[in-house]
């Protein structure tokens, strides 16, 4: 059974999770700083965001047209087991659930950006009555 209701669902965990952690200054820096833009994409439901950092501050930005440098891919339910923190991102990639394309020098650079978001998640999943979630 996946994690998540619906489409809208995620997108609503999803996107409060990413505003949440582009809101945190040094997270925000951490992205600008890496001067790309990365593309997120989870698959069961469809949820697509990119983080652009050639501009300061980053943004997000929703069209899935849009023009990635280094592009994250897996489903959801992966996506909700990474947040939690149980998932090893490298067996993640070796196992073929997480896919990463691009440069990875610049892809490790933005890791610990996203250090704020493990904590936002269970938070966000809280306030929206998904403790079953966490």
């Known amino acids: 059974m996946a994690v998540y209701t619906d489409q809208a669902e995620a997108k609503d965990i999803f996107d409060a999770l990413w505003q949440g952690i582009l809101a945190v200054e040094s997270s925000n820096q951490q992205f600008s700083s890496a001067g790309t833009v990365l593309g997120v994409y989870y698959t069961d439901p469809v949820y ?5 950092g050639t501009q300061a501050p980053a943004v997000l930005v929703s069209d899935p047209d ?3 440098e280094i592009e994250v891919r897996m489903s959801a339910d992966t996506a909700h087991t990474f947040w939690k923190g149980e998932l090893n991102f490298p067996v993640a990639m070796m196992k073929g659930k997480a896919k990463i394309k691009g440069p990875s020098d610049k892809a ?3 890791l610990p950006a996203l250090e704020p978001g493990f904590e936002l998640y269970r938070q966000i999943l809280k306030e929206r009555g998904r403790e079953d979630l966490v």
């Open 48 to 52: 697509f965001v990119a983080i652009d």
């Open 66 to 68: 849009t023009k990635v």
């Open 108 to 110: 490790m650079k933005l």
